[in-house]
C-alpha cells in the first residue's frame, strides 16, 4: 500500500512507544505527540492520513485536540482511544466527527483493521468530494456572466486557445475571477477529465513553497519521512495554475524557468530528474514587467510565461456585467438561504452603479451576499448596499454635488442599457419624458452609448 502517516496522540510515553512500533512493523509512518499544542504542530508541518487520539490526555480532552486538529484539515479520519468506562464519551467523539474508537486494552488487528477501515473511507469521500468539485465547475463554466463586449472577448480568446497546449498568462486586478477563467481553459481543452491543480504563491511561505511545488524525497529535511508528490506531479497529464506568480520569490523563479523550458525538475532532496506533462496557467494582479524593471521577477521567466496574454477588465469598465451578475447571485443566495429576494430598489440599484468596485466581481458579490441576508423582504433596500463602506467623500455646494449626482447616475444607466432610453427609464422609475428632459439638461445624447 502507498505510504501513510498516522499521528498518535497520547500522554502515556510507553503507550506510545508500543503504538509507534506497531504501526512501522505494518508498514506506516509514525509521528507522536504526548499533547494538543504538539499534535497541532504535527498536522501543519507534515501531511498526515490518520489520527490515534487518547480521549484522556492528562487535563486536556481528546475531543479538543481533535477538533483543533480538524480545523486545520477537517478531513483527517480520527480513531479514539479510551478505557472500558469512558465509552459513551467516545460515542460523543465519533458523533462530532470521530471516525471510530477503540477500548483499551485493544487488539493489535483490530486496530490495523480500524485505521484500514478509515483509510477506504477517506479515499471514498474524496473521490466523491472530486468528482461533485468537477461538476460544479462545468456548471461555473457555462454560466460564467460574461455580457459586456469586454468579457465576451475574453471568452473568444479562451475557445480559441482552450485546444492548445501554450502556457496562458492572466492578468487582472484581485477579484476579477482570474481562477475561473483559468478552469474554463481547462474545462473546454483536451485536458479537461485531467486534474486542475491550484496554488496561490503569495499565500505559502516561502520555505514551503519549494516543497509544495515539486515534492520532497524521504531525508530531505527534518520530517520527511516518505516520499511526498508536488504539486507539478500531481497535475500531470492536466493543468496547474499559479496563481499570483508574481509573488514568487527570486529564489523559486530559476527552478520554475526550468520546469517550464523543460517540463522537468528535481524534486527536493532527490538526485534524479521527474518529468511532467501539464499544461500552465499562471495569473498575476501585478504589472510583471515594472516587477522585471524593478528587479522582483526574472526577465527570462517572464518572456516565457506571456505567452497568451488575457487582460480580465475590471468591472468599473465592463458595468453592463452588473445587472446579470445581480441576478446570477441573488439566484444564488436565495437557494443557499432558502430565501425569495426578486431583486432591489431603484436606490439600491443606483448606489450599485454607482460605485467603482475595487474588489470587483468578488466585492460586488460578498456585497449581495450580506445583503441578502439581512433582508426581511424580498426586495434590496438601500441601507443593505455599501452602508458603511463607502468612502467618504469632499463636501460640494448641495445644488452641484445633486447635478454631478443626476448626471452620473444617468450616464451609468445608459451605459448599462446600452443608450436604450426605455429601459433606462424603467430602472430609473421616470417617466420617458421626464427621463428625456434630464438627457437634455446634460446635453447627454443616448446615440453615444449604443454599441455597434
Known amino acids: ?139 461555473d463554466f457555462v454560466h460564467i456572466v460574461a455580457k459586456s463586449d469586454k468579457m465576451q472577448n475574453v471568452l473568444m480568446l479562451v475557445s480559441r486557445i482552450a485546444g492548445t497546449d501554450s502556457t496562458v498568462y492572466i492578468q487582472g486586478e484581485s477579484g476579477t475571477g482570474k481562477e475561473l477563467v483559468a478552469r474554463a481553459i481547462h474545462l473546454s481543452g483536451a485536458r479537461k477529465d485531467k486534474p486542475f491543480v491550484a496554488i496561490n504563491c503569495a499565500a505559502i511561505p516561502e520555505t514551503l513553497l519549494e516543497s509544495e511545488l515539486f515534492g520532497y524525497e524521504r531525508g530531505a529535511f527534518t520530517g520527511a519521512i516518505q516520499d511526498s508528490k508536488g504539486l507539478f ?78 487582460v480580465l477588465p475590471p468591472l468599473r469598465e465592463r458595468k453592463e456585467d452588473i445587472y446579470p451578475l445581480i441576478e446570477h447571485f441573488l439566484g444564488k443566495f436565495n437557494v443557499k438561504m432558502k430565501k425569495n429576494v426578486t431583486g432591489l430598489t431603484p436606490a439600491a440599484m443606483q448606489r450599485i452603479m454607482l460605485h467603482d468596485w475595487p474588489g470587483n466581481v468578488r466585492e460586488l458579490e460578498n456585497t449581495l451576499e450580506f445583503a441578502v441576508a439581512m433582508s426581511e423582504a424580498d426586495v434590496i433596500t438601500e441601507d443593505l448596499i455599501l452602508g458603511d463602506n463607502r468612502a467618504p467623500e469632499k463636501f460640494k455646494p448641495y445644488k452641484e454635488a445633486k447635478a454631478a449626482f443626476e448626471k452620473g447616475y444617468i450616464i451609468s444607466l445608459l451605459e448599462l442599457t446600452k443608450g436604450n432610453v426605455s429601459k433606462a427609464s424603467e430602472l430609473a422609475g421616470k417617466y420617458r419624458p421626464d427621463f428625456y428632459n434630464i438627457l437634455r439638461k446634460y446635453d447627454l445624447k443616448p446615440e453615444d452609448f449604443k454599441k455597434t
Open 1 to 139: 500500500m502507498p505510504a501513510t502517516t498516522i499521528l498518535a496522540v497520547d500522554d502515556d510515553r510507553n503507550l506510545l512507544e508500543v503504538l509507534k512500533m506497531r504501526l512501522e512493523s505494518a508498514s506506516y509512518g509514525v509521528i507522536t505527540a504526548m499533547n494538543e499544542s504538539d499534535a497541532a504542530t504535527g498536522v501543519r508541518e507534515q501531511v498526515v492520513d490518520l489520527c490515534i487520539i487518547d480521549l484522556q490526555l492528562g487535563e486536556e480532552d481528546g475531543i479538543s485536540v481533535m477538533k483543533n486538529i480538524h480545523r486545520i484539515n477537517p478531513e483527517i479520519p480520527v480513531i479514539i482511544l479510551t478505557a472500558y468506562g469512558s465509552i459513551e464519551s467516545a460515542v460523543e467523539a465519533m458523533r462530532r466527527g470521530a471516525f471510530s474508537y477503540l477500548t483499551k486494552p485493544f487488539d493489535p488487528q483490530d486496530l490495523l483493521q480500524q485505521i484500514e477501515n478509515a483509510l477506504v473511507s477517506r479515499k471514498l469521500v474524496s473521490g466523491i468530494k472530486n468528482l461533485k468539485s468537477r461538476m460544479e465547475e462545468r456548471y
Open 233 to 310: 506531479t500531481q497535475a500531470h497529464t492536466g493543468s496547474l495554475f499559479l496563481d499570483e506568480i508574481g509573488n514568487m520569490p527570486l529564489s523559486l523563479q530559476t527552478k520554475s524557468l526550468r520546469v517550464l523550458q523543460e517540463r522537468q525538475f528535481y524534486p527536493v532532496g532527490g538526485s534524479k530528474p521527474v518529468s511532467v506533462d501539464v499544461r500552465v496557467i499562471v495569473a498575476t494582479n501585478l504589472d510583471l514587467k515594472k516587477e522585471v524593471e524593478e528587479g522582483r521577477f526574472r526577465e527570462d521567466l517572464f518572456y516565457r510565461i506571456h505567452v497568451i496574454p488575457i
